[in-house]
């Protein structure tokens, strides 16, 4: 799939969430780099360093993720299982959903 095909898809996804303004105070300093969803959750990444999560049926917020220590600028589900996320640290993680932990953490050649 093509980079434009994804940024479509992206945008269909966003605009078919009626309730996306719930999330609109997510607290970044800077804007939002980066956004993932799957059937149940939403990630967000940005500026912040921080990756915060969001539970699609309560409209809640349910965490954060804090193992980057630079700008997120990749999130992406692997089914419902797996969240990959990269920043400008260089560094790629694995995160198993279900606990969040981090399973893998690959540094990236600069």
Do not use: C
């Amino acid at each position: 799939m093509n980079l434009i095909n994804e940024i479509r898809n992206l945008i269909d996804y966003i605009q078919n969430l009626h309730y996306i303004h719930a999330f609109i105070s997510y607290n970044l300093q800077g804007s939002i780099n980066a956004i993932a969803g799957n059937n149940n959750m939403l990630a967000l990444g940005g500026f912040s360093e921080i990756i915060k999560l969001y539970d699609l049926k309560t409209r809640k917020e349910k965490g954060e993720l804090m193992e980057h220590t630079g700008s997120i600028t990749y999130l992406q589900f692997y089914e419902t299982q797996y969240l990959i996320s990269g920043a400008e640290d260089g560094i790629v993680i694995i995160w198993r959903v279900k606990d969040w932990v981090p399973l893998h953490k690959l540094r990236v050649k600069k």
